[in-house]
């Protein structure tokens, strides 16, 4: 059982926008930076998002990032089917001195 | 470009040792931490271990303390994981990453398995 709180799997329409949820506390997500990574089938993760809401260089914009108090959010727009992968959010917990991930949610383009 | 190359994965035995390594291009290595992340076969993204960029400061998580070592040489651009006492719940593929306000650059994995 992860820490930080993900969806197990999501699903949305080719073009359509999807939202994807981290649910953490004030020792994690609360009072530090969010980040996000995309993993396709058999690939290496990647970063989506750092700093809560900054994409590198290459993302598109169709992603994007969030944070309120201790939740965060991953938006992807016109979605396609390349965009089918398991997506991961991460954060430092100060109280468990130690990095967190979330447990993965799994999108589905339909 | 950034890349990363993780080698040394294999078949050990149970209660046996692997050293992983990483071979970093494209940056200057020196100038950032690095970490180590693992994924069991089918399962999510978990932290290993990290290490400063002078290499003077080690973390673990807490599955791993007291068996594995990670260190790094700077003049080869190249990071390192010792991993004893392995058993079935360190079978991974191990990731070495780039740590910068979250990991900015993944390596391809390499896959560790423990078997007899």
């Known amino acids: 059982q992860s820490v930080l709180t993900q969806p197990p799997s999501v699903s949305a329409a080719p073009g359509q926008k999807v939202t994807i949820s981290c649910s953490g506390s004030?020792?994690?997500?609360?009072?530090?930076?969010v980040s996000w990574y995309q993993q396709l089938p058999g690939s290496a993760p990647k970063a989506l998002i750092y700093?809560?809401?900054k994409r590198p260089s290459g993302i598109p914009d169709r992603f994007s990032g969030s944070k309120s108090g201790t939740s965060a959010t991953l938006g992807i727009t016109g979605l396609q089917t390349g965009d089918e992968a398991h997506y991961y959010c991460?954060?430092?917990?100060?109280?468990?001195?130690?990095?967190?991930f979330g447990g993965g949610t799994k999108l589905t383009v339909l | 470009e950034v890349q990363l190359v993780e080698s040394g994965g294999g078949l050990v035995q149970p209660g046996g040792s692997l050293r992983l390594s990483c071979a970093a291009s494209?940056?200057?290595?020196?100038?950032?931490?690095m970490h180590w992340v693992r994924q069991a076969p089918g399962k999510g993204l978990e932290y290993v271990s990290a290490?400063?960029?002078?290499?003077?400061?080690?973390y673990y998580a807490n599955s791993v303390k007291g068996r594995f070592t990670i260190s790094r040489d700077n003049s080869k651009n190249t990071m390192y994981l010792q991993m004893g006492s392995l058993g079935a719940e360190d079978m991974a593929v191990y990731y070495c990453?780039?740590?910068?306000?979250?990991?900015?650059?993944w390596g391809q994995g390499t896959l560790v398995t423990v078997s007899s």
């Open positions: 990453a780039v740590y910068s306000s979250g990991y900015r650059h």
């Open positions: 290490i400063s960029r002078s290499g003077g400061s080690t």
């Open positions: 004030s020792s994690n997500i609360g009072n530090n930076f």
């Open positions: 494209g940056f200057t290595f020196s100038s950032y931490a």
């Open positions: 700093e809560n809401n």
């Open positions: 991460e954060t430092w917990d100060s109280s468990l001195s130690t990095v967190l």
